[in-house]
């Protein structure tokens, strides 16, 4: 989510993202970490019936939750985990998600 442009997503996606850190921003709620799909894939063209089909997504979310010493079903606050989130992109993306097709966009 830290960098979230919206390119190379559908409109229904765009949006549903955009709504979704807005709202994280403004209640710094306590978020449940998850390795299956969530709200935040309601809209990708990759959830079938909550069950991501991309392999890369999976690959990605398993390496973040290894680096930021997170485990499936945490409840963490938003704020912690931006704060986590912070150390993870320290480590350097290029090995969690470099081959991604937008990397460069995060990898400014």
Do not use: H
């Not at 919206?6 to 994280?24: A, V």
Request: aromatic fraction near 10%; hydrophobic fraction near 30%; charged fraction near 25%.
């Amino acid at each position: 989510m830290s960098f979230f442009e919206g390119k190379g997503y559908s409109p229904e996606f765009t949006e549903n993202m955009r709504n979704i850190i807005d709202n994280l921003e403004k209640l710094n709620p306590r978020v449940r970490i998850t390795e299956n799909a969530d709200i935040i894939c309601a809209e990708c063209p990759n959830n079938n019936n909550s069950i991501c089909t991309g392999e890369k997504v999976s690959r990605y979310d398993k390496a973040v939750m290894n680096i930021g010493g997170l485990q499936n079903n945490d409840l963490i606050s938003w704020s912690d985990l931006k704060k986590i989130s912070g150390y993870i992109i320290s480590c350097g993306l290029e090995n969690i998600c470099g081959d991604c097709q937008w990397f460069y966009i995060c990898g400014k």
